[in-house]
């Protein structure tokens, strides 16, 4: 059982990886268009985005609005680096999927709203390219980590009696 849990478990995390680069592709899009289409300013965004943002990125946008809003004299570049790094410290992505999140502002300059959008769309790109692959990998992977989780189980099993 306990073979067979951890192969679960492995599984279960590589799902919730996917889940969370499905989640910053949405928020790039959302950013995407806002910018865009509404031209709202960043700080504005992010404000929706912690209202419309599952934990933890609700709670980090949120934050950037708040400090922001201080107007203690940081730059939107750190803010969000800072909260971006805080929020993805915990999630079970690779370093550079996290790396799409927090370095976002670094890219922006100070460009009108169609140039930034244009900057966003390589984020989007970027998420889009490593979901299809965990997509692909994930296809194949888990129903061979899961029969290994098994076999394993089944092996201590013998080996053990």
């Known amino acids: 059982m306990g073979t067979t849990g951890v192969a679960w478990s492995y599984c279960r995390e590589q799902k919730e990886r996917l889940e969370h680069l499905k989640c910053i592709k949405q928020i790039y899009e959302f950013l995407q268009n806002e910018v865009s289409y509404a031209r709202a300013s960043l700080p504005e965004i992010c404000n929706l985005l912690g209202q ?19 107007n203690n004299g940081r730059s939107f570049e750190e803010i969000w680096e800072e909260q971006m790094s805080e929020c993805t410290k915990k999630l079970p992505l690779k370093k550079n999927e996290k790396e799409i999140l927090i370095e976002f502002p670094r ?24 979901i299809k692959e965990l997509e692909d990998e994930l296809k194949s992977r888990n129903k061979v980590i899961m029969c290994m989780g098994v076999m394993g189980g089944i092996m201590a099993v013998i080996i053990l009696f």
């Open 52 to 70: 419309r943002t599952p934990l933890p990125f609700s709670q980090a946008f949120s934050e950037i609005y708040r400090e922001i809003n201080k």
């Open 107 to 130: 890219s922006l300059g100070f460009r009108d709203g169609k140039g930034q959008a244009e900057g966003m769309d390589r984020y989007v790109r970027d998420a889009s390219h490593y």
